[in-house]
């Protein structure tokens, strides 16, 4: 069974920066998505099993960074030029079928408890 424990979440002012870290409890391809009030959940940024390759919604690139050190078995996602638009709950899930993320929320096996990110104008 696979373990995840997300942590970083928060409310911040537009403009800010926060870093989300997701725990995992063996090293595999990850992803993070977020699903904000009245909406589905969406892709925000996924790495694959060993780091070297990383993906990344229009709606955040050159803002998020996702990364992992697989030394610790944790994910992060450096978020930088927070927007209101940005609020929403944040998951980070892991494949064990893939070696690279995946923007497909259903390509995943195992989601976090989420962590609630609030931005403020």
């Known amino acids: 069974q696979v373990q995840l424990v997300e942590s970083g979440g928060g409310l911040v002012q537009a403009g800010d920066s926060l870093r989300l870290s997701c725990a995992a409890s063996g090293r595999y391809a990850m992803g993070w998505f977020r699903q904000a009030p009245g909406k589905e959940r969406e892709f925000v940024a996924a790495?694959?099993?060993?780091?070297?390759?990383?993906n990344y919604a229009d709606s955040v690139k050159g803002r998020f960074t996702i990364s992992r050190d697989n030394a610790k078995n944790t994910v992060y996602l450096q978020m930088n030029s927070l927007k209101p638009e940005d609020t929403a709950v944040y998951y980070c899930a892991a494949t064990t079928r893939r070696q690279v993320g995946s923007e497909t929320s259903r390509e995943y096996d195992y989601w976090g408890q989420g962590t609630q990110v609030t931005v403020s104008s």
């Open positions: 790495i694959s099993r060993s780091g070297g390759l990383t």
